[in-house]
């Protein structure tokens, strides 16, 4: 298979130079005397927020190339076996980040993070929709807000006291915007419009920030507090 020296992360949108020992690792598997060899990549993405892999296998005849040459001589070489008969690009399970799978997290907000995180490297129109829906139900179950449409539940966060913080809303409603729902022209199907990679994961990004911010910090936060509170009660009855 041919590597090239430029390549573009499924998960993240980030493009990379690859470097074979540092973000790309080649193996081949070969055996002369059954005249197959099996030639496998693993490209890792080197943006520190993501770091994500992908792997490819090919399967096919025993290339003329390999013969003579040490098993060290073979690895981080991109080769193109003939006879191909199987070819495949892997990608590993791309999921949200565990630590957000917290207890004070509503378990039902974490699965649709999960999933839209899941379909970003599939279809970047249905992780958008899943990180709408998980934004509708995050407000509701922060600010118990009565279920309505998402542009006005949104609407409704600057007027409660304390308001919640106007780069809070414009998020919210960057990610309300991304890939609307468009109605075609001659009927009443609506699609979901285009989206980029870049968009859907920023998106995500959003999500995440919030979840911490809403639900996750504030239980660490008190629990803290109590633990500190605890240590001041004990030292107080020694005395």
Known sequence: MKIESKHKCPYCGFTYKSEPGRNLFAHVLAEPEANAAVH??????????????EIFVDAGTFPAALRGKTEDERQNIGYDLPGTHFRARLLPPYGGKPELKAQEVPETIYRDYDEACRLLP???????????????KMIRAKFRL?????????????????PVRQE?????????KTGRLKALPDDEIKIVGDVSHEAAAQAISIIEILINDWFVAPAEHNDRLVALQ??????????
């Open 40 to 53: 496998s990549v693993i490209r890792v993405c080197p943006h520190m927020e993501c770091g994500k892999a």
């Open 122 to 136: 599939v279809s970047t129109g249905a992780s958008v929709t899943m990180a709408r829906r998980c934004v509708q």
């Open 146 to 162: 009565t279920p309505g449409k998402l542009q006005n539940e949104i609407s409704t966060l600057a007027k409660l006291s304390p």
């Open 168 to 176: 809070v809303i414009d998020a919210l409603v960057a990610v309300r």
């Open 230 to 239: 605890l240590i001041l009660n004990k030292k107080s009855s020694e005395k």
